[in-house]
């Protein structure tokens, strides 16, 4: 069975930094991409940041809201995915999931979620 654990959520000021990492363990997933959703209070879980490795091209996807502060990463063979999140404003404020789905020939990764990690808390503090 495959679990995504998420570390590195926590508390901080706007216009600060949080480095968010996910990792997949259980079984190697092959050809899957992985990224981040997040939720907030009294909100839909809302797509943010995923990368694909598809073909051997390493490509990237964000969200209007976080392009140019956020920048997601990962090790295809190890299974991770970090997410860099500079310039945090309030409104980033949200229970953050790693994700992770077969890397298909969609207009983005992840439009069909297969495991979904626990969820960390991020908090920016105004």
């Known amino acids: 069975q495959v679990q995504l654990v998420e570390s590195g959520g926590g508390v901080v000021q706007d216009g600060g930094s949080l480095r968010l990492s996910c990792e997949a363990s259980?079984?190697?997933?092959?050809?899957?991409?992985m990224g981040w959703f997040r939720q907030a209070p009294g909100k839909e879980r809302e797509f943010v940041a995923a990368?694909?490795?598809?073909?051997?091209?390493?490509?990237?996807f964000y969200t209007d809201d976080v392009t140019g502060r956020f920048t997601v990463s990962g090790d295809k063979v190890k299974n991770t995915v970090d997410l860099q999140m500079n310039s945090l404003k309030p409104e980033d404020t949200a229970v953050y999931y790693c994700a992770a789905a077969p890397d298909l020939a969609t207009s983005r990764p992840l439009l069909v979620v297969d495991y979904w990690g626990q969820g960390t808390q991020v908090t920016v503090s105004s």
């Open positions: 990368i694909s490795y598809r073909r051997g091209d390493e490509k990237t």
């Open positions: 259980g079984r190697t997933l092959y050809n899957y991409a």
